[in-house]
């Protein structure tokens, strides 16, 4: 199921913010799985708003950007505070702090990136994890020829080393961008080191215990869910 699916109010199951701390008042001990999604949508607006300079912004605005429509978006931010003003809209920058609280994600998380090949140097180089709270930490491959050499600030680390680095460095997600063949046995041994968030970019379906938590992208399922309301 993607994103969109949950976003547009497709599933109505139970989900957790990232690094499972008490909610904050007011907000449901589990949000559903479509609430969830599509506050992380609207964060992902405002984020950008933010950088911009945009101080102020509608319901109208966020739905031509998420597809949601500002009837549902104005209910799903009402369910948890008095955010915006009739004819002025929402303030930016105080609607990031609180919906980053809703989803239990303020703060800094630490991540570790799996594969320094095009794919983990274009991660690694990108600043989309960083604007929500997220922050590569270490850098693993498999290649000696890569493994002590840097990308930006970081040395390639070997993989064998990964416990240690995950209690060292506090990592809670684990960033698979290696080859489909390499993506079960790195899922293994993350759970091994405690590691509860994957996000694979590998097209292997990953076979983790049920108190973790995996998010494949693949952007050919992404293109035919799009097609499929394209065409219908």
Same mark, same amino acid.
């Given at each position: 199921?993607?994103?969109?699916?949950?976003?547009?109010?497709?599933?109505?199951?139970?989900?957790?913010?990232?690094?499972?701390?008490?909610?904050?008042?007011?907000?449901?001990?589990?949000?559903?799985?479509?609430?969830?999604?599509?506050?992380?949508?609207?964060?992902?607006?405002?984020?950008?708003?933010?950088?911009?300079? /945009?101080?102020?912004? !509608?319901?109208?605005? @966020?739905?031509?950007?998420?597809?949601? =429509?500002?009837? %549902?978006?104005?209910? &799903?931010?009402?369910?948890?505070?008095?955010?915006?003003?009739?004819?002025?809209?929402?303030?930016?920058?105080?609607?990031?702090?609180?919906?980053?609280?809703?989803?239990?994600?303020?703060?800094?998380?630490?991540?570790?990136?799996?594969?320094?090949?095009?794919?983990?140097?274009?991660?690694?180089?990108?600043?989309?994890?960083?604007?929500?709270?997220?922050?590569?930490?270490?850098?693993?491959?498999?290649?000696?020829? /890569?493994?002590?050499? !840097?990308?930006?600030? @970081?040395?390639?680390?070997?993989?064998? =080393?990964?416990? %240690?680095?995950?209690? &060292?460095?506090?990592?809670?997600?684990?960033?698979?961008?290696?080859?489909?063949?390499?993506?079960?046995?790195?899922?293994?041994?993350?759970?091994?080191?405690?590691?509860?968030?994957?996000?694979?970019?590998?097209?292997?379906?990953?076979?983790?215990?049920?108190?973790?938590?995996?998010?494949?992208?693949?952007?050919?399922?992404?293109?035919?869910?799009?097609?499929?309301?394209?065409?219908?």
């Amino acid at each position: 199921m993607s994103v969109s699916d949950l976003a547009n109010g497709r599933d109505t199951a139970g989900g957790t913010g990232v690094n499972g701390a008490a909610p904050e008042p007011g907000v449901p001990e589990r949000l559903s799985l479509g609430v969830a999604a599509r506050l992380a949508r609207y964060l992902q607006v405002l984020t950008k708003a933010k950088k911009e300079g /945009k101080e102020t912004i !509608s319901s109208q605005e @966020l739905s031509s950007f998420t597809q949601v =429509n500002s009837t %549902q978006i104005r209910r &799903d931010l009402s369910g948890f505070g008095k955010f915006g003003k009739r004819g002025v809209g929402y303030n930016v920058d105080g609607l990031v702090s609180q919906i980053r609280k809703i989803l239990r994600t303020a703060g800094q998380h630490n991540i570790a990136l799996f594969g320094a090949g095009h794919l983990g140097r274009a991660i690694a180089s990108s600043d989309v994890f960083a604007d929500h709270g997220f922050r590569v930490v270490a850098i693993f491959d498999a290649d000696p020829e /890569k493994v002590g050499t !840097s990308v930006g600030p @970081l040395e390639i680390r070997d993989v064998k =080393n990964l416990q %240690q680095v995950v209690e &060292d460095e506090d990592i809670v997600v684990g960033v698979l961008a290696v080859p489909s063949s390499a993506a079960q046995a790195l899922a293994e041994e993350l759970v091994k080191a405690g590691v509860k968030i994957i996000f694979n970019y590998s097209e292997s379906l990953l076979r983790v215990p049920p108190e973790v938590t995996v998010h494949t992208s693949s952007p050919a399922v992404d293109l035919l869910y799009a097609l499929y309301f394209y065409l219908t």
